[in-house]
T-cell receptor, first 114, second 113 residues
């Protein structure tokens, strides 16, 4: 069974640009969550999607957005990039999204904003 | 609001020694509890999880954790550490209805030969 696939693995962007990250969950999983990991703030929840609907959102500015497609693949977008957006972005796949189902993480996308 | 505290930022142990990583949580009820491990530049790998039942949970790679309700703790242990265990370890919690994990700040483990 294939794991959670995140693309690309690495990205370098310039301040002010926008970026789109992709996450393909485990086959059959319908929930995708996104997390930001930085040395200063640690792991922080961004948002969660289930059946193409955002069900839960963390405390991030509106520059951070996402969507989920009918095949459960998800994308997150960050507009008007700031230096502080440099981070490892992790995607987690879950059957239904509840904690009891567990979460499987991808290897992440390392975003560097210069 | 729920929170997780990992009091030890960095721990160094010798190969073959025992290991205990501490995790304390704050939550009104019994949460779902997880331990994840992260190698440099990689994602998070689940070591073990506790939902209910036996308070001593066995995980992968020889790790175990014990849930102690009275102390709001979920400490991770391993009897004999291997050099390949060097990594960062994260404790996380989630409520039953929540659809997100709350993580601790992590403990970096260094293993000396």
């Amino acid at each position: 069974k294939a794991g959670v696939t995140q693309t690309p693995r690495y990205l370098i962007k310039t301040r002010g640009q926008q970026v789109t990250l992709s996450c393909s969950p485990i086959s059959g999983h319908r929930s995708v969550s996104w997390y930001q990991q930085t040395p200063g703030q640690g792991l922080q929840f961004l948002f969660e999607y289930f059946s193409e609907t955002q069900r839960n959102k963390g405390n991030f500015p509106g520059r951070f957005s996402g969507r989920q497609f009918s095949n459960s693949r998800s994308e997150m977008n960050v507009s008007t990039l700031e230096l502080g957006d440099s981070a490892l972005y992790l995607c987690a796949s879950s059957l239904g999204g509840q904690a009891s189902g567990g979460y499987t993480f991808g290897s992440g996308t390392r975003l560097t904003v210069v | 609001a729920q929170s997780v505290t990992q009091p030890d930022i960095h721990i160094t142990v010798s190969e073959g020694a025992s290991l205990e990583l501490r995790c304390n949580y704050s939550y009104g009820a019994t949460p779902y509890l997880f331990w994840y491990v992260q190698s440099p530049g990689q994602g998070l790998q689940l070591l073990l999880k506790y939902f209910s039942g036996d308070t001593l949970v066995q995980g992968i790679k020889g790790f175990e954790a014990e849930f102690k309700r009275s102390q709001s703790s979920f400490n991770l242990r391993k009897p004999s550490v291997h050099w390949s265990d060097a990594a960062e370890y994260f404790c996380a919690i989630a409520s039953g209805s929540a659809r997100q994990l709350t993580f601790g700040s992590g403990t970096q483990l260094t293993v000396l030969p």
